[in-house]
C-alpha cells in the first residue's frame, strides 16, 4: 500500500506541472459550464425578435389590431419591431434593423382591413351559431308546438338565413413571412397561431370547458443550468480517465519510466491503484471546482451526495481501466493520444451528457445504450438532479460491472516485465 500512495504522489505531482493538462482537466471544464450557463442560466423563457407591419386602416393601427399586437407581446416571448406601413421590401428592410449578427428574420404583417373583417366575420359567426342553435330546437320540438309557434321560429330562421348570408364572407388576414432554416419557426408560428385562436374563441364568446392543470415533479426549483452541471462533470471526468491515462502511461513508457519502475519491487496492480487513486483526487476536485463556480455564478441547485462520490469513484475505475487498456495496446505517444480522442469526444456527444438521448434519432439511441458514459451521466443526474432511487442503483450496478471488467482487462494487456 505504501508503494500506492508512493505512485499516488509522483503521478498527481506530474499531473500538476503540467500546465495544459491542468488547463483540459480544470479550466477547460469550468469554462465550458460558463458557456452553458451564460446560454442557458437565465430563469426567463427565451424570446425571439419579430418584426410587425400593422397595415389595417390604411396603415393606421386599430383598436384590435393594436389589442392583438399586445396579447403577442404580453407573451414575453417575442422582441417586437414596428416596420412602417410604407415599406414595400420587408425582408430587406428587416435586414437593416437585425443588423449583420441580428438573426433570422421573423415578419408578421396584419393585412388591411383586419378591424373590420374580424367585427364583421365574428359577428357572422355569432348569427350562424345561434341560426344552428335554433334548427336544432326546432327539429326537436315542432311536434309540441302549435302553428302560431311554429310560424313565428320559421319566420325567425328565414330572417336570421337572409341576414347571415348579407354579411360578408371575408377573414382577419395575418401574413407570417419565416425563414425556412430557422430552427424555431415552427414555435413561433405556433404562439401566433395560439394568440389568433385566443382572439377568435374571445370574439365569439367561447368559454374553455377543458381545463388544464400543471403540477411540478420535484419541489426544488431547477433550470437548464442545473441538468447540464453533471454533464459536464461525467463528461469529462470521461475524458480525463480515457485521454489522461492513455497519453501519460503511453509518456511514461517512452521515456523508459515504466521499465525502470519494473526492476524494482513496485508492482504492477500497484501501478495502477496509484494511477486511478489520483484520477479520482482529480475527478473529486474537478466536481468540487465546478459545483462551486456553478453556485457562485448560477446559484445551482444540484447538490453531490453519498451516491455521486461513489459513482464519481467508480466512473474514474472505469475510465482509468479504459486508459489503461488503450495504453496497453499502443506504444506510440501520438497515436495512443489520437486513439483516446476519437473514442472520448464522440462518446462525449453521443451519451446524453450534454442533452437527453429522447432527443437523438433511433439509431443513435442504440449507439448510446452501448457507450459507458451514458449510464455514468444518467446515475450522476439522477443522484444530483431527479434524486430518482431506481436510476442511481441501475446505473449505479453498470457503471462498477463495467469499471470492473475494465480494470481487469488493462491490468491483463499493461506489460510490466519486459521480454
Known sequence: MKRTIIIFKAVTKNWLRSRSGL???IMFPVL?????GAVFGSQGASTYSLLIQNLDIDGTPTELSEVFVEALNSTETFTITTIPADITDLRSYARDVLGPLGGNIRILVISEGFQDNLINGTLKVRVGITL???LTMYQYYALSMNETQKEAIEQGIEQMEQYNASLPDKKASLAVILDDSDQSSGIVKSIIMSIANAFNYELIGAKNVVTFQ??????RQLRTIDFYLPGVISAFIMTNGIIGVTTNTTEFKRRGIIKRLSITPLGKIEWILGN??????LNLMLTAIIIVVGWLIFDVQAIPD????LLIFLGSLLFSGIGMLLSGLIKDVEAASAVGNAIAFPMMFLSGAYW???FMPDYMRTIAKILPLTYFSEGLRSAMIYKYPEGIITNTIIVAALAVIFIVLGSLVTRWKEK
Not at 32 to 36: A, D, E, I, N, S
Not at 306 to 309: E, L, P, Q
Open 23 to 25: 488547463f483540459f482537466s
Open 214 to 219: 400543471e403540477e411540478p415533479f420535484t419541489e
Open 32 to 36: 465550458l459550464l460558463l458557456v452553458f
Open 356 to 358: 437527453p438521448v429522447e
Open 306 to 309: 453519498v451516491f455521486s462520490i
Open 276 to 281: 486511478v487513486f489520483s484520477q479520482t483526487l
Open 132 to 134: 344552428n342553435t335554433t
